[in-house]
Structures are given as structure tokens and as C-alpha cells.
């Protein structure tokens, strides 16, 4: 420990330790030493304390450079994209729930239009079978267009007559006995189309090895159920696929709501 000693000066002498100066270079490059490395024209000094050292044991001071962090302002264009994803969102919201509902209504008009059609099949039945029985009886043989269509049905269904063969005995066609009908009966007991082999006059006899005794009322209603069948099939896989379109909409839906909240 050194200290100094001033003449004048009758108070106490302080102390001090000696300052080891180090030299560390500067900032300024200058000439290249022997070494190969670059030596500085500056040298700057700096004192053993600033670098750590303490009583002959050095230690490390890292200097954390500090960064500046701005913090983020809201603009103008963040708070419109902002509300450009709501508006958007509740669009999407709307569109489903949209979809959604003509879906259910249109499953729930299908339920309805296919329960009423089962239960008024047989008041269908039953109409058609007035229906028919009053175009065979009055007017085969008066309408020319009629009577080309009842021809053609009972050859298409193999039928004679609306419900029975004997329908025909109380028709306009067989009662009248005129002779200006489109076709007149000469003699005839039946239509040749409710013949089985149909050949002109085979009419004339009705015996069953002749004409068919099943009326036409049943063939209409068997095609006309296997149609529905079909239709209902049909039908139902529309409503299949309905239904999972609607379950896929409110998953959708619960989705897009979890992210938002």
C-alpha cells in the first residue's frame, strides 16, 4: 500500500491502492503488429476494477445490451380487419343457420306429404276405382280418345273392365245398341282388348279361356305402388343425406363459435 504525504497538511493520511492499469486496445485499427494482428494507434486504458479482477481473482461481467421494444399501437387497418372478420364471421353464422332451416323444413314437408300419402292410400283406391269404373262405362265407345286409352290399358295391365269383367255388361258401349258408337258392339260381350290372344270379334265369347276376368283398377294400383316405392326410396335417401348435411352444419357452426369465443 503506498500513500502520500503532503508538508502542509497536519490531518490525517489517507490511503489508497494502486491502480493496475490494463490496456485493452480502442476502437481505432491502426498498423498490423509482428503477430499479424492489427494494433491500435489509440490504446485505451482501463482499470483492473472495471474489468472484474478482485484481490488477484478475475470475474466475468456480462453486459446485457438492452433492447427497445416498441410497443405495437392499434391502426386504423387492424381495427377494419378486425370488423371485416366479424361482418364475415356473422355472415357465415347466417348462411348456415340458413341452410340449416330449409333443410329442416323441407325433411319435415317430406314426413308430412309421405304420412298423408300412407294414410289415404286406400281413399286413393277407392277414387280411382269410382273414377275408372264411370270412363269405362260411359264413355268407351262415345270418345274416341278414351276409347283408344281403355283399349290400350287393359292390353298393357291384361284387365277387362274397371273391377270385373262383367262391368262391361252395364256400360254405354253394350246397353245401347247403337250403331253410330266408334265401335259398334255386333254381338260382341266384351272389348277385343280384354282378349288374351287379341284377334278381331274374339270379343263375342267371354269365357275365361277367352278374356281376362281381372280388372284393370288392380294393375293401376300395382304399378302406382311400385312407383311410390321408388319415389319413397328415393325419398328417403334425400333425407339421409339432408339429415347429415344438418348435423354437419351445426358442427360446423359449434366450431366456428369455440373460435371465436
Known sequence: MGHLLQPDDTSEIELFE???????GS???????????????NPTIVSNTELGFNNGQSTFRSRKTK???N????????????VNFIKYSLHIFNTIFLYTFVLLIVFLLEIIVGSLAYLYETQIETELQHTL?????????????????????????????????????????????????????????????????????C???DGPSNIHYTGCIYGMMDDLKYHLII????????????????????????????VLD
Request: with cysteine; glycine share 8%; aromatic share 6%.
Open 18 to 24: 494502486p491502480m493496475n492499469l490494463i490496456y485493452t
Open 133 to 201: 269404373n264411370a270412363t269405362f262405362m260411359e264413355h268407351y265407345g262415345v270418345s274416341e280418345q278414351q276409347t283408344k286409352a281403355i283399349d290400350s290399358m287393359q292390353q298393357e295391365f291384361s284387365c277387362c273392365g274397371a273391377v270385373r269383367f262383367e262391368d262391361w255388361r252395364h256400360s254405354v258401349w253394350l246397353r245401347s245398341r247403337r250403331k253410330n258408337l266408334i265401335k259398334p258392339t255386333e254381338g260382341r260381350l266384351v272389348p277385343d282388348s280384354c282378349c288374351i290372344t287379341v284377334v278381331s270379334n
Open 203 to 205: 270379343g263375342l265369347r
Open 231 to 258: 319415389l319413397g326410396a328415393i325419398g328417403l335417401g334425400l333425407s339421409a343425406i339432408q339429415v347429415f348435411g344438418m348435423v354437419l352444419s351445426c358442427c360446423l357452426y359449434v366450431k366456428l363459435k369455440d
Open 67 to 69: 433492447k427497445t421494444i
Open 27 to 41: 476502437t481505432t485499427t491502426g498498423k498490423t503488429s509482428k503477430m499479424g494482428r492489427r494494433t491500435d494507434e
Open 71 to 82: 410497443p405495437k399501437h392499434k391502426t386504423r387497418d387492424s381495427d377494419c380487419c378486425s
